[in-house]
T-cell receptor, first 115, second 114 residues
Framework: DTGVSQDPRHKITKRGQNVTFRCDPISEHNRLYWYRQTLGQGPEFLTYFQNEAQLEKSRLLSDRFSAERPKGSFSTLEIQRTEQGDSAMYLC?????????????FGPGTRLLVL | DQQVKQNSPSLSVQEGRISILNCDYTNSMFDYFLWYKKYPAEGPTFLISISSIKDKNEDGRFTVFLNKSAKHLSLHIVPSQPGDSAVYFCAASNNAGNNRKLIWGLGTSLAVNP
């Protein structure tokens, strides 16, 4: 399967713990996006990378959140000192930017539950 | 402020009939529109897209229509099948900018009844 993969698919943690999620994009894609989706809402943009450079972060991304894409391939999203409000589905998408329009392809998501 | 609106939270149609899902947007800078299908506990799956230079795009049973003057697009599924039952999201982006982040509607839950 050459689609976007995310790990883990589910994570249950206690408030105050740190969690890290991983995303592996489609291999030739140079852009990688992170979104967050809560119940009854559409996904909301968090941050994106072009190759290894993080180009923009949403105001939704507090200083407890950090994302990396060290070699321009896979990416990690870490949440420190988790809060119950962090419970959501975290979605990763990848795309090829060198086109006039850009279609993002999504992974299966990581569902986080903070107790 | 919801820049992409899907005003119908749910839609129910009979198998074999046409499903029409609607989407409105407010930001005139959007120039690329996408429809995604989503099952519970899974990521969105890309279905079909349309650029603002077109007014129609067709792919098999799926057709998307864009009316730029009305800032309105619709997804037609013909014929509808029970496997089409899912939540459908409309998303939009501005491809003239560097950050082509998607702005999403709230989704429409489609139920296709056998």
């Amino acid at each position: 399967d050459t689609g976007v993969s995310q790990d883990p698919r589910h994570k249950i943690t206690k408030r105050g713990q740190n969690v890290t999620f991983r995303c592996d994009p489609i291999s030739e894609h140079n852009r990688l996006y992170w979104y967050r989706q809560t119940l009854g809402q559409g996904p909301e943009f968090l941050t994106y990378f072009q190759n290894e450079a993080q180009l923009e972060k949403s105001r939704l991304l507090s200083d407890r959140f950090s994302a990396e894409r060290p070699k321009g391939s896979f990416s990690t999203l870490e949440i420190q000192r988790t809060e119950q409000g962090d419970s959501a589905m975290y979605l990763c998408a990848s795309s090829l930017v060198y086109t006039s329009v850009e279609t993002q392809y999504f992974g299966p998501g990581t569902r986080l539950l903070v107790l | 402020d919801q820049q992409v609106k899907q005003n119908s939270p749910s839609l129910s149609v009979q198998e074999g009939r046409i499903s029409i899902l609607n989407c409105d947007y407010t930001n005139s800078m959007f120039d690329y529109f996408l429809w995604y299908k989503k099952y519970p506990a899974e990521g969105p799956t890309f279905l079909i897209s349309i650029s603002s230079i077109k007014d129609k795009n067709e792919d098999g049973r799926f057709t998307v229509f864009l009316n730029k003057s009305a800032k309105h697009l619709s997804l037609h599924i013909v014929p509808s099948q029970p496997g089409d039952s899912a939540v459908y999201f409309c998303a939009a982006s501005n491809n003239a900018g560097n950050n082509r982040k998607l702005i999403w509607g709230l989704g429409t839950s489609l139920a296709v009844n056998p």
